[in-house]
Antibody
């Protein structure tokens, strides 16, 4: 059973860089037909997709965050990483990592987020 | 594409039927619309994918329907554990994923 666990500093100062890690167990981030996503959710607000990485290492980011976001991975540790630079209070949120499943059925592709981490809270404050 | 969910809050009693709406600003394929349930302090959990397919382990009181720009999540008879926030999600070009603002189903 695949499990995801986010980790990182709970508090980051404005203008600094936020760095988070997602540790995956029960499955490899480098194999299978999956994307691995980062998302965030400010308190009381809707979820926002940050970006994702395919098992090949290819990344796609949300254009609204692309200039400040980098995703990377360490296959030897089966970990994904997210950095967000020049943070402000608007980056305060619960950050999640999630696995995206892909299914081909009757000629149609289906995409969905079927496994999620529990999330980690990040507060941007001096 | 912008997803707008309604109502914002649904106040119902256990055993009642819940009907949640998700309306998109542009039409897209039904295979790209998903529904999630989120309970306080937890991550979202996949309920429905491809507009009408229940995810593994999801009770059959949950059903999804719709096409084009209008999609619906129905809970036929609310159980105590169903009171939560529900989000629709769309897979698109750019950004790849967008979410609705959520509908909270609360106990009346």
């Amino acid at each position: 059973q695949v499990q995801l666990q986010e980790s990182g500093p709970g508090l980051v100062k404005p203008s600094q860089t936020l760095s988070l890690t997602c540790t995956v167990s029960g499955g490899s981030i480098s194999s299978g037909n999956y994307y691995w996503s980062w998302l965030r959710q400010p308190a009381g607000k809707r979820l926002e997709w940050i970006g994702h990485m395919y098992t090949s290492g290819t990344t796609i980011y949300n254009p609204s965050l692309e200039s400040r976001v980098t995703m990377s991975r360490d296959p030897s540790k089966n970990q994904l990483s997210l950095t967000v630079s020049s943070v402000t209070a608007a980056d305060t949120a619960v950050y999640f990592c999630a696995r995206e499943g892909i299914q081909l059925r009757s000629g149609y592709y289906y995409y969905y987020m079927d496994v999620w981490g529990k999330g980690t809270t990040v507060t941007v404050s001096s | 594409i912008v997803l707008t969910q309604s109502p914002g809050t649904l106040s119902l009693s256990p055993g009642e039927r819940a009907t949640l709406s998700c309306r998109a600003s542009q039409s897209f394929g039904t295979n790209y619309l998903n529904w999630y349930q989120q309970k306080p302090g937890q991550a979202p959990s996949l309920l429905i994918y491809g507009a009408s397919n229940r995810a593994t382990g999801v009770p059959d009181r949950f059903s999804g329907s719709g096409s084009g720009t209008d999609f619906t999540l129905t809970i036929s008879r609310l159980e105590p554990e169903d009171f939560a926030v529900y989000y629709c999600q769309q897979y698109g070009r750019s950004p790849r994923w967008t979410f609705g603002q959520g509908t909270k189903v609360e106990i009346k």
